[in-house]
């Protein structure tokens, strides 16, 4: 119905309803055209909250793990998407159709029971092919950390891979392994992988790890090579870099939740923490995903960072950070987590009176009324014992990119408003529509929060049209056809026969697939 006047009654019935096809926005070409897909992830039920009642939010679906390679020498790119617990994770090979078909799979179905949350392809062994290496992780394993152990499988040259034995014992839950670089000029390629949480002890920092590559056989190194890395904090990325420009590999890595992004400088071989880069170091937030590279065009690279975004209960700055405490504050043997906030300029819990007596059930007789309660600070509630808890605070929660000023120094340029209703996890920057400039490729979400905060739901995803200056410009998905709106976890762009295909990796849920339009 067009050109309806005002004040009158209307009755509208669907079946008489009519589209113009000739203006109508299906008649629009769009930059990525959706595709159907049959792959999905399941990840089953698991009560985080039952370990900790005050967690922010669930830590047992941080899957599944996404990774790209060409497998088989056939010129096209293959994948790898893990799966949850109890689900296998398989192989999709590439085509020169530009479809996929099922690899050799058979060697995952024997780890089903292990949670895929990172993975990289790479060449272990120097033989020319690619080999694959799975991070395993979750929140649910503590009864049993042999769950834990990430995999090395072995490539024999057309796709079909053994499982390896060549692998020290990593029984922390991890969230990343990095993009593989020879970060000691050896010759063959090394690792680090980092751990997310330790169950039951969130915000403990779990182990992270080093591991170097003798012919084949990795050792855990870190602590003689870098040990600072050990503890960094709940990884969720980190990347190989020359920060310093003194022609080697450093370290980047960041953190999921009161992480700033930390410089580890490669000197002579050693991985050492850096504070001269205080611009990054300083800025903490729940950073999930950096992209590394040259925005501005100017010769040097930048960090696009995906965070929090501003579309949450918890909110950040300088002024006023987010904080936690955690200390066993009743001694009965678990670690209590309180998240603060500032009301009147004095920090507050974020949660209520019955979450907060379930997970230090003394202070049901301490306090007596939720008046009383709400008219205490934190200390008031849970007495001096705050000031020798173990604490973290946030300071910025919005996405953005720090833009590389030279002499050690970022300067942070947060995205539009557009790009923070939402956490950013996965970041791609292509040049998908073919104007010379590249774009950025965004999408996130997060489907766990607890129960009293409603979950992080409203992303879409986000085109960002790049001009070759560093300056975006944020495009609807109504004209780029990009829409996803699941619990995503990480995506990529695959290249089979003459398409580009971006998979989207979604927590126990189908995933999605786009192809670019030429």
Not at 376 to 385: A, M, S, Y
Request: with cysteine.
């Amino acid at each position: 119905m067009q050109n309806v006047a005002s004040n009158q009654s209307l009755k509208i019935n669907y079946k008489d309803a009519s589209l113009n096809l000739e203006t109508g926005l299906e008649t629009q070409k769009t930059l990525f055209k959706a595709m159907a897909s049959n792959y999905g992830h399941k990840d089953p039920y698991f009560n985080d909250y039952e370990k900790q009642v005050l967690l922010p939010h669930k830590l047992s679906q941080t899957g599944p793990a996404l990774a790209k390679g060409d497998i088989n020498g056939d010129g096209n790119e293959d994948v790898f998407i893990g799966g949850g617990h109890n689900q296998a994770g398989y192989i999709l090979m590439g085509q020169n159709s530009g479809s996929f078909k099922n690899g050799n799979n058979h060697i995952f179905t024997k780890d089903k029971h292990q949670e895929d949350t990172s993975a990289t392809f790479f060449d272990t062994d120097n033989d020319g092919d690619l080999d694959l290496y799975v991070v395993s992780g979750s929140y649910e394993f503590d009864k049993n950390p042999k769950m834990l152990q990430d995999r090395l499988y072995i490539n024999n040259g057309t796709g079909k891979f053994t499982k390896s034995t060549n692998l020290p014992e990593i029984y922390s839950a991890g969230s990343v392994v990095t993009p593989p670089s020879d970060y000691d000029n050896d010759g063959d390629i090394d690792l680090f992988v980092g751990g997310r949480v330790i169950p039951g002890k969130y915000p403990f920092s779990p182990e992270s790890y080093l591991l170097i590559n003798d012919n084949g056989t990795f050792t855990n190194a870190t602590k003689t090579l870098a040990p600072e890395l050990e503890v960094i904090g709940m990884v969720t990325d980190a990347n190989w870099f020359d920060i310093d420009k003194d022609d080697d590999l450093d370290l980047i890595v960041t953190g999921g939740e009161w992480m700033g992004i930390e410089i580890f400088l490669n000197t002579s071989g050693k991985l050492e923490k850096s504070e001269a880069y205080k611009s990054l170091n300083d800025t903490k937030g729940w950073w999930n995903k950096l992209l590394i590279t040259d925005i501005d065009n100017d010769g040097d690279n930048d960090i696009v960072a995906g965070n929090l975004g501003l579309n949450y209960k918890f909110h950040a700055s300088k002024e006023k950070p987010f904080h936690i405490y955690t200390s066993d504050f009743d001694y009965n043997g678990s670690q209590d987590v309180f998240l603060a906030k500032y009301y009147k300029d004095k920090q507050v819990p974020v949660r209520g009176k019955g979450c907060t007596a379930q997970q230090v059930p003394h202070l049901k007789s301490k306090i007596k009324s939720y008046q009383d309660f709400a008219n205490r600070d934190l200390e008031g509630i849970l007495g001096p014992g705050i000031k020798s808890a173990l604490h973290y605070k946030a300071t910025e929660f919005k996405s953005g990119i720090f833009i590389n000023e030279g002499d050690n120094n970022f300067t942070f340029s947060p995205f539009s408003n557009q790009v923070q209703t939402f956490p950013i996890n996965s970041i791609l920057y292509e040049d998908f529509d073919k104007d010379g400039s590249k774009d950025l490729l965004l999408a996130g979400n997060n489907y766990q929060s607890e129960v009293e905060t409603t979950r992080a739901d409203a992303g879409t995803g986000a085109f960002l049209k790049g001009n070759n200056k560093g300056g975006f410009n944020y495009i609807s998905h109504l004209k780029t056809g990009f829409f996803v709106d699941k619990d995503i976890r990480d995506m990529i762009v695959v290249k089979t026969g003459n398409e580009k295909i971006i998979i989207v990796a979604n927590n126990n849920d189908t995933h999605n697939l786009f192809k670019v339009n030429n």
